[in-house]
Every structure is written in structure tokens, then in C-alpha cells.
């Protein structure tokens, strides 16, 4: 079975622009989580969906924003971006009825 | 919310030692306790988690222990080898991937 692919895997933008990442699940999984990774704050929790609702939120503003298709696949978007925007962005899939998450290889976001 | 302290940050052994890598949490609904491998330019693994229905678990070179009363859990990891270098981190959540919660992490290096 695939892991958990996210694309693009490396990303330079520079402030003000946005950016939409995107991530495909493990096929059957149905519940999506994306996570901001960077030294200072460690792993922390945007959101997740789950048929194509927003379920859970984290404590991140508004410029963060996601979705979910049909086929499970989400996006998240991030605009006016800022330079602390830099990070490693993380999505995870699970199981409907399960609490155990797989990550995908993350994508790398540089904001200059 | 939810808050995870980890400890130690940063954790050298001989290979063939043990390694033991600690973590509380603050919010008494959390039942689900996973431990996450990361690799260099790769996204977290999971390794084994625990919930809080349980008090060990054990998959082959890996435990987990936690003691719901003092809110803590721990990973033990025997026989290190090179190979289990990496960060470690420990989460923790109320379950329905509702905002995980992760551990600043531990960067465990076993030297040959």
C-alpha cells in the first residue's frame, strides 16, 4: 500500500504571496491532519477533515485554511504569507475509527 | 489544553544500552499516547503508542509504560543500535485525532 504523499516536497515563496499544498492519503483513509513543524515550536496541530468537513482546529489564524475532496485528498492554503510561515508542513491520515496517524514526508516551505 | 513536556533533550548512549525518554501531560481526557521516529528529511513514524486503558505495552525492543495518575509515560528502547538514532517524539490526545499535542522532542544519537 502507498504511504502518505505530499506535494511539492519543497516550496520558496516570498512574503505577501500564498501558497496551497497539497496531500494524498493512504487509500481507505478518510481523516486528514496537517501539522506546522519548525525548531522553535516543534510539531504543532493546524487541523484535521473528515469527509470533507473540517472536524478539529488548532490555534492558528485565519491565513490557514484547508479542505478535503471527495477522494480524501486535502489541501491546505496559507496566504499573505510571512517570513515565520517557514516550516516543514505535515499532513496525516488515518482510519476513520482509529486514532493512529501516518505521516507523509512533509513539505518544506522557505519564505523569504 | 493540552501541554507535553519531554525529557531529555537530547540523549547519548553506548550501543547495546538502554535508552529511556520521558514525557507528562496536563490534560486528564488524553487517552491516546503515541511515540514517533524522525528521520533526517523524513516525517515522524510511528513506532508504538498506548492508551490509557493500558499500562505497558511491549513490541519487540520497544515499551511504552504510563501511569495515568501522575500523568506521565515513558519509551524504553534496549539493545540501541546506530539505526535508532533519530528524534523521538511523544504525543498525546483526547482521541478522534482531535489536536494532537507533541513533545519538543528528544534527539537520541547511539554510538557504536
Known amino acids: 500500500k502507498a504511504g502518505v504523499t505530499q506535494t511539492p516536497r519543497y516550496l520558496i515563496k516570498t512574503r505577501g504571496q500564498q501558497v496551497t499544498l497539497s496531500c494524498s492519503p493512504i487509500s481507505g483513509h478518510r481523516s486528514v491532519s496537517w501539522y506546522q513543524q519548525t525548531p522553535g515550536q516543534g510539531l504543532q496541530f493546524l487541523f484535521e477533515y473528515f469527509s470533507e468537513t473540517q472536524r478539529n482546529k488548532g490555534n492558528f489564524p485565519g491565513r490557514f485554511s484547508g479542505r478535503q475532496f471527495s477522494n480524501s485528498r486535502s489541501e491546505m492554503n496559507v496566504s499573505t504569507l510571512e517570513l515565520g510561515d517557514s516550516a516543514l508542513y505535515l499532513c496525516?491520515?488515518?482510519?476513520?475509527?482509529?486514532?493512529?496517524?501516518?505521516f507523509g514526508p512533509g513539505t518544506r516551505l522557505t519564505v523569504l | 489544553g493540552e501541554n507535553v513536556e519531554q525529557h531529555p533533550s537530547t540523549l547519548s548512549v553506548q550501543e547495546g544500552d538502554s535508552a529511556v525518554i520521558k514525557c507528562t501531560y496536563s490534560d486528564s481526557a488524553s487517552n491516546y499516547f503515541p511515540w514517533y521516529k524522525q528521520e533526517l528529511g523524513k516525517g515522524p513514524q510511528l513506532i508504538i503508542d498506548i492508551r490509557s486503558n493500558v499500562g505497558e505495552k511491549k513490541d519487540q525492543r520497544i515499551a511504552v509504560t504510563l501511569n495515568k495518575t501522575a500523568k506521565h509515560f515513558s519509551l524504553h528502547i534496549t539493545e540501541t543500535q546506530p539505526e535508532d538514532s533519530a528524534v523521538y517524539f511523544c504525543a498525546a490526545s483526547r482521541g478522534n485525532n482531535n489536536d494532537m499535542r507533541f513533545g519538543a522532542g528528544t534527539r537520541l544519537t547511539v554510538k557504536p
Open positions: 496525516a491520515s488515518s482510519l476513520p475509527t482509529s486514532d493512529t496517524q501516518y
